[in-house]
C-alpha cells in the first residue's frame, strides 16, 4: 500500500491557461474520486469512477473540467481555461467496494491550484 | 438533500482538557457516520468511524457514538495532546450512493 498520490502538488497558472492534475490511487482500489476543498470549507465531491467508467458528476463540474480514467488506474483532471475562482486545493480520493473497510476513502495530499 | 453541520472553529485548548467538536447530520436514509483529520501538510485521513445506529466509533483516544435520535455524531477526547491540533471533518456516507458528503471542518488547537 503506497497511498493516493498527486501530481503536480501546486500549480500556479495565469488566467485563461489550461492545468491537468493527476492521481495515482492505491492499485487494488476500483473507486476513484475527485473533490475540490477551498478555504475554511470541507471537500466537496466532484465525480467519481469506478474502474475507467465515470458513474458520477456533480453540478459543480462545469464543462471547462473533464476527468479521465483511460484503463481504471491513474485518473486526470483537466481544467481548460482557468477562472480565479477555480483556485482551490484538488483532492484524489480512493477505495475499495469490497471488505470491511470499503467505506474508507483515502486521500492524497491534494494538487494546489492557484490562478493568478 | 443531506448534510453535515459542524461548530465553527478554531477551537483553541490547552493540553488534557477535555474535547468535543459536534457535529449533527440530516440524512434521508441510514448512512454511515466518519470523522476525517487532516494535519498540517498531509492529506485527510480516517480517524473513526460508525456504521450503524449506536455504534461507538473509536481511535487514537477519539470516540464518537452514531446517535440516531439526536441525529448526531460527536467527536470527544479526554485529554488532548499538542499533536492533535488539526483540522477536523466529519463526514457521512451513503453505500448506494457511493460518495462522502462533509462538513466544513473544525480547526482545532492545542496550546502546550
Known amino acids: 500500500d503506497t497511498g493516493v498520490s498527486q501530481d503536480p502538488r501546486h500549480k500556479i497558472t495565469k488566467r485563461g491557461q489550461n492545468v491537468t492534475f493527476r492521481c495515482d490511487p492505491i492499485s487494488e482500489h476500483n473507486r476513484l474520486y475527485w473533490y475540490r476543498q477551498t478555504l475554511g470549507q470541507g471537500p466537496e465531491f466532484l465525480t467519481y469512477f469506478q474502474n475507467e467508467a465515470q458513474l458520477e458528476k456533480s453540478r459543480l463540474l462545469s464543462d471547462r473540467f473533464s476527468a479521465e480514467r483511460p484503463k481504471g488506474s491513474f485518473s486526470t483532471l483537466e481544467i481548460q481555461r482557468t477562472e480565479q475562482g477555480d483556485s482551490a486545493m484538488y483532492l484524489c480520493?480512493?477505495?475499495?467496494?469490497?471488505?470491511?473497510?470499503?467505506?474508507?476513502?483515502?486521500f492524497g495530499e491534494g494538487s494546489r491550484l492557484t490562478v493568478l | 438533500g443531506d448534510s453535515v453541520t459542524q461548530m465553527e472553529g478554531p477551537v483553541t485548548l490547552s493540553e488534557e482538557a477535555f474535547l468535543t467538536i459536534n457535529c449533527t447530520y440530516t440524512?434521508?436514509?441510514?448512512?454511515?457516520l466518519f470523522w476525517y483529520v487532516q494535519y498540517p501538510g498531509e492529506g485527510l485521513q480516517l480517524l473513526l468511524k460508525a456504521t450503524k445506529a449506536d455504534d461507538k466509533g473509536s481511535n487514537k483516544g477519539f470516540e464518537a457514538t452514531y446517535r440516531k435520535e439526536t441525529t448526531s455524531f460527536h467527536l470527544e477526547k479526554g485529554s488532548v495532546q499538542v499533536s492533535d491540533s488539526a483540522v477536523y471533518f466529519c463526514a457521512l456516507f451513503y453505500s448506494s450512493a457511493s460518495k462522502i458528503i462533509f462538513g466544513s471542518g473544525t480547526r482545532l488547537s492545542i496550546r502546550p
Open positions: 440524512a434521508t436514509g441510514y448512512p454511515s
Open positions: 480520493a480512493s477505495r475499495t467496494t469490497s471488505g470491511s473497510r470499503s467505506g474508507e476513502l483515502f
